[in-house]
Antibody, heavy 123, light 113 residues
């Protein structure tokens, strides 16, 4: 069964840091681009970041560029999101998602989602 | 960034009746070189992550019931639930992936009348 499981969320003070992890199983992790998408409480969906299967390419939304870093360890089937200089507006459920693909082509549609991990930025 | 809008914000439909949700993009998401619309639809039930229903505007994801269908091209799209079931109560989002950043619509809540 294809599965994504996020961890690492919690309460952090403004200006602090947190690292999220997403463990993947049930598919060849290294063969797929992956992404983080967040959802503030009671709000809609916001794309955060993405990384290619080989880690050769990374992408960021403007609201997190320069503060967040996406990475992956294909030997551990794990995706990461290092979040620095956190702000109150970063409070959200963070979902790990697999990007839809066909052969060597992939695009920013998200076909598998984890259950999410909650990040709360508050003093 | 491409701005996605949805209408209505919410709708209530009787069981077995048709539900339609509209989505509009601020610019065309039709890629002329392959004639594909870079538009997806997701369903999110309370307390759950989103689930991909439709991609390429009209291609149903594996395992999605055929009562869900997507249509439209360019800037105007529609998600139709042909016969609403109780388990379809959810928020539905459209999303464009023509440009980076990918952007989502604000969501449409579907409930039972």
């Amino acid at each position: 069964e294809v599965q994504l499981l996020e961890s690492g969320g919690g309460l952090v003070q403004p200006g602090g840091s947190l690292r999220l992890s997403c463990g993947a199983s049930g598919f060849t992790f290294s063969g797929y681009a992956m992404s983080w998408v967040r959802q503030a409480p009671g709000k809609g969906l916001e794309w955060v970041s993405a990384i290619s299967g080989s880690s050769g390419s990374t992408y960021y939304g403007d609201s997190v560029k320069g503060r967040f870093t996406i990475s992956r360890d294909n030997s551990k089937n794990t995706l990461y999101l290092q979040m620095n200089r956190l702000r109150a507006e970063d409070t959200a459920v963070y979902y790990c998602a697999k990007l839809n693909s066909e052969g060597n082509n992939w695009w920013f549609a998200f076909d598998i989602w984890g259950q999410g991990t909650m990040v709360t930025v508050s003093s | 960034d491409i701005v996605m809008t949805q209408s209505p914000d919410s709708l209530a439909v009787s069981l077995g009746e048709r539900a339609s949700i509209n989505c509009k993009s601020s610019q065309s998401v039709l890629y002329s070189s392959n004639n594909k619309n870079y538009l997806a639809w997701y369903q999110q039930k309370p307390g759950q992550p989103p689930k991909l229903l439709i991609y390429w505007a009209s291609t149903r994801e594996s395992g999605v019931p055929d009562r869900f269908s997507g249509s439209g091209s360019g800037t105007d799209f529609t998600l139709t639930i042909s016969s609403l079931q109780a388990e379809d109560v959810a928020v539905y989002y459209c999303q464009q992936y023509y440009n980076t950043p990918p952007t989502f619509g604000p969501g449409t809540t579907v409930d039972i009348k």
